[in-house]
């Protein structure tokens, strides 16, 4: 059964600062691998996609890299912003593009000004 | 582009009575998911229809927890009766199909049982 962490579970940083979130899964066999942002009150909102064939993925000041053997994925934030305050949440799809997502407990990140 | 749409928002109901929720997906989207969201923790899936049928629900307690979507669009999520920890956060999400790449979340429902 896959099973999805992510450390730490809080984090709190000055703004300008780097930081990177960690996610670790139990089963290496996945489809993909996504990161999601929620803020309070709202929705997931998808931040990076990388297939079972990538090892990376970049959006502006993110990057997302993946280490299947390892069951390891990180998300690097640069230049952190108070903006960037929210909860990150990684996610892992089953051997196929139909499989359930996975998620992990989530990293809340605040961001002092 | 409207997004997914839920309601209500929040709800405060007491142990043991019934509660339901609604969600209309983004126009177009055959495939709508349920997940249940407890503080702290990542969203679970309960449910997921691709047009009007279930495709997996696995994890829906079936002994309290119902849902159904009729005409393939909108969606409904039902407990009864409800316990304490039921209280959570409840996402509804849609994709163009089983396979897409993108689920597109609403912005939650709020249950707290007291």
């Known amino acids: 059964k896959q099973e999805v962490t992510q450390i730490p579970a809080a984090l709190s940083v000055p703004e300008g600062e780097n930081l990177v979130l960690n996610c670790s899964f139990t089963?290496?066999?996945?489809?993909?691998l996504q990161w999601f942002r929620q803020d309070p009150g709202k929705g997931l909102t998808s931040l990076l996609l990388?297939?079972?064939?990538?090892r990376e993925q970049t959006s502006g000041r993110l990057n997302a890299s993946l280490d299947k053997s390892s069951g390891r994925s990180t998300l690097y934030i640069a230049a952190s912003q108070p903006g960037d305050s929210a909860t990150y949440l990684c996610a892992v799809k089953g051997s196929s593009n139909t499989g359930k997502l996975i998620f992990g407990q989530g990293t809340t990140l605040q961001v002092k000004p | 582009e409207a997004g997914v749409a839920q309601s209500p928002r929040y709800k405060i109901i007491e142990k043991r009575q019934s509660v339901a929720f609604w969600c209309n997906p983004i126009?177009?989207?055959?495939?709508l998911y349920w997940y249940q969201q407890i503080l702290g923790q990542g969203p679970k899936l309960l449910i997921q229809?691709?047009?009007?049928?279930?495709?997996?629900d696995s994890q829906l307690p079936k002994d309290r927890f119902s849902a159904e979507r009729l005409k393939g669009v909108d969606s409904t999520l039902k407990i009864q009766p409800a316990k304490l920890e039921d209280s959570a956060v409840y996402l509804c999400?849609?994709?163009?199909?089983?396979?897409?790449?993108?689920?597109?979340f609403g912005p939650g429902t709020r249950l707290t049982v007291t």
């Open positions: 126009s177009g989207h055959a495939t």
């Open positions: 999400a849609s994709s163009l199909e089983r396979g897409s790449r993108e689920q597109y």
């Open positions: 229809f691709q047009n009007n049928g279930v495709v997996d």
């Open positions: 990388i297939q079972s064939s990538q």
């Open positions: 089963d290496s066999a996945i489809y993909n």
